[in-house]
């Protein structure tokens, strides 16, 4: 059982204040009969609930895909930068809605938007290696003793606080001697991680964007600022990259 007002809210119906001026106002029905009191308690697996005639469908858990655009930050407030959260429509805003994980300000691609706590726990804890891959533009020529050196633990700390990498994937896709195009792909989800890797071997990363996390790919069709619901099967993946990854 829930308060009809944070349900409301929940569902994104506006803040917990402009929901109780909206019962006030008599624009919210609880099985056809209008409601005055924000403190009812309903079951919203049960109860028929609408606003301006219009039925609220109760929804425990919401999974978005998005592709994220640089200049965004992965967070739920920022004083400065827009966030994630800001790029969600009105009408499929809820409160409890936050990224999981986080790319950096200037990176794009894939990022998970949901209300699943426990799942993005799962997710991003350390014991789960959650294959995630990028695509970067880096600096100089990508060579095959960078793939070599990269399948073995790096230092990506200082001498006095090591951080040792997971044996990752590196793949050319082109390799100049200005710049090189790469895939890298990491089980770890370290601060700057990426950066990190491709900086120990030589190579600045220019352009760096998630293609894919836990077995999820990127969805083409989304341009980058867009993001759609994951399907059924998508939601079942993520829940399961066990398929796709290792854990322990
Ligand atoms: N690694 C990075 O360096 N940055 C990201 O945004 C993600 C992974």
Redesign the pocket.
């Known amino acids: 059982m829930v308060r009809l007002d944070k349900f409301l809210a929940e569902m994104g119906k506006g803040t917990r204040s402009e929901i109780k001026k909206y019962i006030k106002q008599g624009r919210v029905r609880v099985n056809d009969k209008v409601v005055k009191a924000a403190d009812l308690k309903i079951d919203p697996d049960s109860c028929l609930v609408t606003f301006d005639d219009v039925k609220v469908a109760y929804e425990e858990y919401v999974y978005y895909m998005l592709n994220k655009p640089k200049g965004v930050v992965s967070a739920t407030s920022d004083n400065r930068n827009k966030t994630v959260i800001d790029i969600i429509s009105k009408d499929d805003r809820r409160r409890d809605l936050f990224p999981m994980g986080r790319?950096?300000i200037d990176?794009t691609g894939l990022l998970i938007i949901s209300n699943d706590g426990e799942l993005s726990h799962r997710l991003l804890s350390p014991k789960y290696h959650v294959d995630k891959c990028?695509y970067a533009v880096v600096e100089g020529m990508v060579t095959e003793d960078d793939v070599d050196t990269l399948k073995e633990p790096v230092n990506i700390g200082s001498e006095e606080e090591p951080m040792l990498t997971m044996p990752a994937v590196l793949e050319i896709v082109s390799a100049g001697e200005d710049k090189s195009e790469v895939y890298l792909t990491i089980k770890e989800g370290k601060y700057?991680?990426?950066?990190?890797m491709m900086a120990k071997i030589n190579h600045q990363v220019m352009e760096?964007k998630?293609v894919t996390f836990g077995g999820l790919k990127l969805d083409e069709k989304l341009k980058e600022g867009e993001y759609r619901r994951l399907s059924e099967e998508e939601v079942s993946m993520l829940k399961d990259p066990s398929e796709q990854s290792s854990s322990g």
Do not use: A
């Open positions: 790319l950096d990176t990028y700057h991680q990426v950066k990190r760096l998630r």
